[in-house]
């Protein structure tokens, strides 16, 4: 897996800095949780690092990719896929499409096989195939036919992991993927996270449920006021008192 | 009889028009105001064509085809970095400059006198010179339209345009272009309406830029949004009730004068009620609410 690392990463929202010289190196297996205060800057490090905010100074690198200046489609066809924090899916198509419209380099997407469908009935045939798999490995096989926009909280959370493993990307950037679910849902979401890492998929992910980021973290980035502020093992990091105080309380 | 059968080749000219338009409108969630600029682009070459250099009937077609893809790029190109109000006042803009165009550039258009003696078409060395005829030959156009929209609404191609609507940024982490589908939509949309007003060109055999204004394209506008977006059947119920129902005020007897600010009166009237008790349209999928 190639890897992930931002230098000196600047930006400023109207006067308010949301990110002051942010220098990282992710690392190149795992899992790895954004922890932080609200405020702290950990959704614009990942809108930097995606190419949905442009930083006014520093680099994001993958491999041997300059990403900060990159379109957003470009920098996920590199192999970066992400979740957002207001859970966007498209409410309006079933579930199965959602997962489908994931899937990346589709022939029928372009204009010429979209009309004479060379090849793309078969392609759709695997393409829904491969969403049903990925469907079942998030746990809603049966919710297929389904709008998106009527799966509960806690579904949408799970059908956005699986959008985000059908594009096949190796880095998975995931915003809060076990903030605001049930009971019942964490453990569900931490379970599908490990398996993940399991297949060697690196995972990024930012949460404010420590016991979540506790469980499953192989290490743990603190940021606060737009810096990093501690990096490394969960039990080193969050067993500092004074960050699990001033940021964590 | 040949005024029915006039109604009709209208309504079918009228739907190509909607269905093109709803491509955009309706799939892809973009409104544009510029459906009868691109119309006026495929009647002026397909009319250029045709009688300055004796091409056929389908060759004016193809014509109209390739300028209104290469225009529709004029206002797509630019538009790539606007969204909702701001595209809108891009493709009303086009609209006027097209329009000011064809108005204007004499040498070329004869400006407000038109091109008169536009030939009628000839299609494999058949003359289509009858109504009956040109209601064939309308709604053969106007199911190719149909044919094309729905294809590409059914397809991976449309998924995109259908996500597109509600949420560009997601797209976007889904390796997906979004520009590159703004650009196609736009090009496929405006080639349709071209082809539309190829046929419209050399039905009536006299055009003027008056056939092509801001009013044409909302006109064209309102039928998808009052029968539907995004619905198989919307833009033709819209064409159909628009072109229809104004005619019946002819039979009211009521002077003309009146009977077309009446009409004016009727489109707003209507636009207005749907918005308030359907903004789905009559048969529609989606609604412009969001």
């Not at chain 1, 600047?10 to 010289?21: E, I, Y």
């Not at chain 2, 056939?211 to 539907?228: A, C, N, R, Y």
């Not at chain 2, 009146?258 to 048969?283: C, D, E, K, T």
Request: aromatic share 8%; hydrophobic share 50%.
């Amino acid at each position: 897996m190639e890897a992930l690392r931002c230098d000196s990463l600047q930006k400023t929202f109207d006067g308010t800095h949301a990110l002051r010289g942010v220098t990282l190196q992710f690392p190149s297996t795992g899992i790895t949780a954004i922890i932080g205060p609200n405020g702290a800057g950990k959704t614009t490090l990942l809108n930097v690092i995606t190419g949905f905010v442009r930083p006014d100074a520093g680099q994001c690198f993958l491999g041997q990719h300059v990403i900060s200046r990159m379109a957003p489609h470009r920098i996920s066809s590199l192999g970066l896929a992400r979740t957002f924090q207001d859970l966007r899916l498209i409410q309006q198509i079933t579930v199965l499409e959602n997962v489908m419209l994931g899937r990346p380099n589709q022939r029928g997407e372009h204009l010429f096989y979209a009309l004479f469908r060379f090849g793309v009935k078969a392609e759709e045939g695997r393409n829904r195939e491969g969403a049903m798999r990925l469907l079942q490995f998030v746990g809603l096989p049966g919710k297929a036919d389904e709008l998106a926009g009527e799966l509960s909280y806690g579904e949408q959370k799970l059908l956005t992991l699986a959008c985000c493993m059908a594009t096949d990307a190796g880095i998975l950037l995931l915003d809060e993927p076990v903030s605001g679910v049930g009971a019942e849902m964490a453990p569900r979401i931490m379970k599908l996270l490990r398996r993940l890492r399991d297949d060697g998929k690196v995972t990024i992910f930012i949460e404010h449920n420590i016991s979540a980021v506790r469980e499953i973290a192989d290490v743990v980035i603190v940021m606060d006021e737009g810096k990093v502020i501690a990096q490394g093992p969960p039990e080193e990091v969050l067993g500092r008192p004074e960050i699990m105080e001033a940021y964590l309380a | 009889m040949d005024y029915i059968l006039h109604i009709i080749i209208l309504a079918s000219i009228y739907t190509s028009l909607a269905v093109s338009l709803d491509l955009l409108a309706g799939h892809a969630g973009i409104l544009s105001i510029s459906q009868a600029a691109f119309c006026g682009l495929g009647a002026y070459t397909s009319a250029l064509l045709a009688l300055r250099f004796g091409l056929s009937f389908l060759g004016g077609v193809l014509g109209g085809i390739l300028t209104a893809t290469l225009f529709s790029c004029l206002v797509s190109l630019p538009s790539t970095r606007l969204r909702g109000d701001y595209l809108i006042i891009a493709t009303f803009a086009f609209q006027v400059i097209l329009f000011n165009i064809l108005n204007n550039w004499i040498e070329l258009t004869r400006g407000p006198l038109g091109i008169t003696d536009i030939p009628q078409p000839v299609i494999l060395g058949l003359a289509v010179q009858s109504q009956a005829g040109f209601v064939a030959l309308a709604a053969a156009f106007a199911g190719f339209t149909y044919f094309v929209v729905w294809r590409l609404a059914k397809s991976p191609f449309g998924r995109v345009l259908h996500a597109m609507r509600e949420d560009q940024v997601l797209i976007q982490s889904f390796r997906k272009d979004a520009n590159r589908f703004k650009v196609t939509a736009f090009a496929v949309s405006a080639a349709l309406a071209a082809i539309a007003g190829s046929l419209y060109a050399h039905y009536v055999t006299y055009i003027d830029p008056t056939s092509f204004t801001v009013m044409e394209s909302i006109l064209i506008l309102s039928m998808v949004i009052i029968g539907g977006p995004g619905s198989p059947w919307g833009p033709l119920v819209g064409a159909v009730v628009l072109v229809t129902l104004p005619e019946a005020l002819r039979f009211i007897g009521l002077p003309s004068s009146v009977a077309a600010n009446l009409r004016q009166i009727f489109y707003g009237a209507l636009l207005v009620i749907m918005m308030m008790f359907r903004p789905r349209g009559l048969v529609g999928r989606y609604g412009f609410g969001r």
